[in-house]
C-alpha cells in the first residue's frame, strides 16, 4: 500500500520562505516520478513540480520557476519543495503526488496515481 505523508507547511509573510517534505511508502521509489501540487480554497488543483526516478531531471510551473526548489532523497523516500519568495496567493493546500507508471514527468493531475492528504500553507500580506 502507498503512503505519502506531506509535513512542513505553515504560516509565512509575504517574500518569505517555507520548506515542505514528503515521505513516501513506495516499493520502488527509485522507479517514481514524484511531484508537488497546490489547490486553494475553491479552486483546481495545479502543478507546482516534479522530478524524474534519479533526480536529474526537474519540470516547474511558470509561476515558481527561481523560486522554487524540488529535490529528492531516494536513501529517504522523501521528496522536498524549498519554496522561497512566497506570495499572498500561494496560499493554499500543497499535495505530494507519486506516479508509478514507469511515464513522463507532467503537469497533468491525471498522471499521478497517488496522493497525500495535503500540508496547509498560509502567505500573509
Known amino acids: 500500500q502507498v503512503q505519502l505523508v506531506e509535513s512542513g507547511g505553515g504560516t509565512v509573510q509575504a517574500g518569505g520562505s517555507l520548506r515542505l517534505s514528503c515521505t513516501a511508502s513506495v516499493r520502488d521509489f527509485r522507479s517514481t516520478i514524484m511531484a508537488w501540487f497546490y489547490q486553494a480554497p475553491g479552486k483546481e488543483r495545479e502543478f507546482t513540480a516534479a522530478?524524474?526516478?534519479?533526480?536529474?531531471?526537474?519540470l516547474y510551473a511558470d509561476s515558481v520557476k527561481g523560486r522554487f526548489t524540488i529535490s529528492r532523497d531516494n536513501a529517504e523516500n522523501t521528496v522536498t519543495l524549498q519554496m522561497n519568495s512566497l506570495k499572498p496567493e500561494e496560499t493554499a493546500d500543497y499535495y505530494c503526488a507519486a506516479d508509478v507508471s514507469f511515464g513522463k514527468m507532467s503537469r497533468s493531475v491525471d498522471e499521478y496515481d497517488y496522493w497525500g492528504q495535503g500540508t496547509q500553507v498560509t502567505v500573509s500580506s
Open positions: 522530478i524524474s526516478p534519479g533526480g536529474q531531471f526537474t
